[in-house]
């Protein structure tokens, strides 16, 4: 059974940094694409980076330059670190891992940022 679960939220001044995990479980890691998105109150759910192994990560241009997407096949997990975090920043974050039609969401985590 896949399970995907995110880590790392919280509160953070503007201007401050935060790192974001994601575990997953119960698959072959390093055969899925891993897609980080969030989600800000009234609006919908928004593509920020993508991973895949051997492949340099994609990002959106509103995180570009300030989110930084990785990936650890040995543990795993992929990591989102935020720097110069700004107040259009808050929203609640996802992992998403898929390949062909398979497609498996943990649960979020909030990211506030606020001072």
């Known amino acids: 059974q896949v399970r995907i679960v995110e880590s790392g939220g919280g509160l953070v001044q503007p201007g401050g940094s935060l790192r974001l995990s994601c575990a997953a479980s119960?698959?072959?890691?390093?055969?899925?694409?891993m897609d980080w998105y969030r989600q800000a109150p009234g609006k919908q759910r928004e593509f920020i980076a993508s991973?895949?192994?051997?492949?340099?990560?994609n990002y959106a241009d509103s995180v570009k330059g300030r989110f930084t997407a990785s990936r650890d096949n040995a543990k795993n997990t992929v990591y989102l670190q935020m720097n110069s975090l700004k107040p259009e920043d808050t929203a609640v974050y996802y992992c998403n891992a898929w390949r062909n039609s398979e497609d498996y969401w943990g649960q979020g985590t909030q990211v506030t940022v606020s001072s």
């Open positions: 991973t895949f192994e051997g492949r340099s990560p």
């Open positions: 119960g698959m072959i890691f390093s055969n899925y694409v």
